[in-house]
């Protein structure tokens, strides 16, 4: 059992490239959410998505964009990569049913840097 | 609004000793989970333990339990017999009733010594 993975582990793009950081979870979880860690810092949501076909803005969502065509997979895309946006990434999945929602669980992350 | 505070940016303590690492929050919902993750060197963001504003008893999860007073707004972790494995950045986290996202405090850096 995988849980949640994440393509590529390590990035650097320079000012201006677009690049879209992959995740993928085999858990059958519905919700799904990106964050972003700065160096020192707890993470902050980007977007999340309580199902194919639905994603919404988190606390951080500016430069980028998401999508949710699957159950599993929930793509984030930087469309023109800045400084700022140098950081590391993480996926996370969780159920979310009746009895309210299950704890997230983390893929291993994406560093990267932009330059 | 939520906030999540977390005033250790370091704690040091000797192997096979207690440690406590404190976490206070602010929110105005009555219905709220509460949430403690490691995060080792490697970078990954491991899950511990839960306590939901409901729940009667402290969490406990192993070595990890959750010394949770309401009435404080405070969900410290306690991890007892600690261990050189133990080192790493915890994160206490909150999330809000009828929503799903997690609110994250700026971490401890937790180092365990022989």
């Known amino acids: 059992n995988a849980g949640v993975t994440q393509t590529p582990k390590f990035r650097i793009l320079k000012i201006g490239q677009s690049m879209t950081l992959q995740c993928t979870q085999d858990?059958?979880?519905?919700?799904m959410y990106w964050y972003r860690q700065d160096p020192g810092m707890g993470l902050k949501l980007i977007y999340y998505s309580v199902g194919a076909g639905i994603t919404d803005k988190g606390e951080v969502p500016n430069g980028y964009n998401v999508s949710r065509s699957t159950t599993e997979d929930f793509p984030l895309r930087l469309e023109l990569a800045a400084p700022s946006q140098t950081s590391v990434y993480f996926c996370a999945s969780s159920y979310s049913g009746a009895r309210g929602t299950d704890t997230q669980y983390f893929g291993p992350g994406t560093r990267l840097t932009v330059l | 609004a939520q906030k999540i505070t977390q005033t250790q940016p370091g704690m040091f303590v000797q192997e096979k000793e207690a440690v406590t690492l404190d976490c206070t929050y602010d929110t105005s919902d009555p219905s709220y989970g509460l949430f403690w993750y490691k995060q080792p060197s490697s970078g990954e963001m491991i899950f511990l333990i839960y306590?939901?504003?409901?729940?009667?008893q402290n969490a406990t999860e192993g070595r990890y339990s959750l010394n949770f007073q309401k009435a404080r707004k405070s969900a410290n972790l306690v991890i007892s017999a600690s261990q050189l494995g133990d080192s790493a950045m915890y994160f206490c986290a909150m999330r809000e009733g009828g929503t799903d996202k997690l609110i994250f405090g700026t971490g401890t850096r937790l180092q365990v010594f022989p």
């Open positions: 306590q939901g504003s409901y729940d009667q």
């Open positions: 858990m059958n979880h519905n919700y």
